[in-house]
């Protein structure tokens, strides 16, 4: 049984390691810092918006979403993660390989390893029902299935938390 227990605990650490390194690569900090300035971006909604800028907008915000959907994919695949997503300090969930996921906050499944992550800390959650569709060996999309996050957090050029990232597991 100890060996087993050491066994899982290395898993553990290596995982957060591996959700360490992705958070801390220029480019997942390059991804956050534009995806969240162009949320901040957004007119209050008193403001009055034209159809045409809101389009732009969205454009833009897609655009930066596939590329950091892109250029994570080789990442997922070489560190086993299936899927990832991107939140603010709000937990709003930014970027995604998941669009479903895209705008949601505050997901009670994900709160205490993300309130983890912006605290600075990284984490492995313990397994819990999925709220979005994971494909099954199948390839058949499949809801409410045991799955794992890992997460850690996403500094800016202070260091100062400004997003996390999860992987799925």
């Not at 534009?34 to 809101?54: F, G, H, R, W």
Request: with cysteine.
């Amino acid at each position: 049984l100890a060996m087993e227990a050491a066994m899982l605990k290395q898993w553990y650490r290596q995982q957060e390691t591996s959700a360490e390194s992705l958070a801390v690569s220029q480019l997942v900090r390059d991804a956050a810092a534009k995806l969240l300035a162009a949320e901040q971006a957004s007119p209050a909604i008193a403001d009055p918006v034209t159809p045409e800028a809101a389009a732009r907008k969205l454009a833009d915000l897609a655009q930066l979403r596939d590329s950091l959907n892109r250029d994570l994919g080789s990442f997922l695949a070489a560190h086993e993660f299936t899927s990832y997503f991107l939140c603010d300090k709000e937990a709003t969930i930014v970027a995604s390989s998941q669009a479903e996921l895209l705008g949601k906050s505050q997901i009670e499944e994900y709160r205490g390893f993300v309130r983890a992550a912006l605290k600075g800390q990284t984490t492995v959650s313990a397994p819990f029902k999925s709220v979005s569709a994971i494909k099954n060996a199948d390839g058949v999309l499949q809801y409410n299935v045991p799955t794992m996050f890992v997460a850690a957090p996403v500094r800016d050029s202070t260091f100062q938390v400004v997003a996390a990232i999860a992987f799925r597991i």
